[in-house]
């Protein structure tokens, strides 16, 4: 059976989906990934016997899925699972601001439950501004398994921020912003209980923990040293990350 016949009639008998158009570069684990979806599971959807065998401009189902993803997949630079136990800011890192004005923290770095959550989480509503924490160069815009919408941004001396769960991005990679600037908004995508930020800082891709690096509680480093005690608190707000990664 052809590939595309095959496709149509899963559509038809209530596979729900949408058509993904595959761009250069994309491989089936990364479409799976983007979508949430198992590589295996657009396989069998498709009629393809070798999942590495797919080629630009090919049309192939989604299960599952409900809206398609127009800007190329490319792979994460991997966020490992490495993690450091230190509880001194370096000298070399960066003067990091928060990323979301009078944002109440709703979870912290560190150990939760059998998991590990790799950074903390400001609750904020949906459209919320998320400014970057430092300037430098977004070296990821696109979206991953888990952590829905996500920037990345590098910063030098081998530190690096993440802002994930994202609703909108203002920028896209290879772009350089400055420390403050709107890059994107709070939304509530990936795999998550309600809008939030979750919010990493890496050094050598190992995840530290951000109340290290941020300015204290009472205030904010640079732009006007505006108060944002509500920043620092931790509260119960039900957003959150739901999630192994963060």
């Not at 420390?179 to 809008?195: C, D, K, L, N, S």
Request: proline content about 7%; charged content about 25%; hydrophobic content about 35%.
């Amino acid at each position: 059976m052809a590939v595309a016949t095959c496709a149509a009639l899963a559509f038809a008998c209530g596979a729900r989906g949408v058509y993904h158009r595959v761009k250069p570069g994309e491989t089936l684990s990364l479409i799976g990934d983007a979508y949430g979806v198992s590589y295996r599971k657009i396989a069998s959807a498709n009629d393809i016997d070798d999942p590495e065998r797919i080629h630009a401009g090919q049309r192939i189902l989604i299960p599952g899925a409900r809206r398609v993803i127009e800007k190329p997949i490319v792979a994460l630079p991997r966020l490992a699972s490495g993690r450091s136990p230190s509880r001194i800011k370096p000298g070399d890192a960066p003067e990091l601001r928060w990323p979301i004005d009078d944002a109440p923290v709703t979870s912290l770095y560190g150990p939760r439950g059998s998991r590990f959550h790799d950074g903390i989480d400001l609750g904020a509503a949906v459209g919320s501004p998320i400014r970057a924490a430092a300037g430098g160069e977004v070296v990821f815009d696109g979206v991953l398994s888990g952590y829905g919408k996500i920037i990345i941004v590098r910063h030098g001396d081998g530190y690096s921020t993440v802002y994930a769960h994202n609703r909108r991005h203002h920028v896209a990679k290879g772009q350089w912003v400055r420390r403050g600037q709107r890059i994107a908004e709070v939304g509530q995508t990936g795999r998550v209980t309600g809008p939030n930020l979750h919010f990493e800082i890496r050094h050598d891709n190992a995840a530290r923990d951000p109340m290290i690096f941020l300015p204290d509680r009472g205030r904010a480093a640079g732009d006007g040293d505006r108060d944002v005690t509500s920043a620092g608190r931790l509260t119960d707000s039900p957003g959150g990350d739901a999630h192994d990664e963060g």
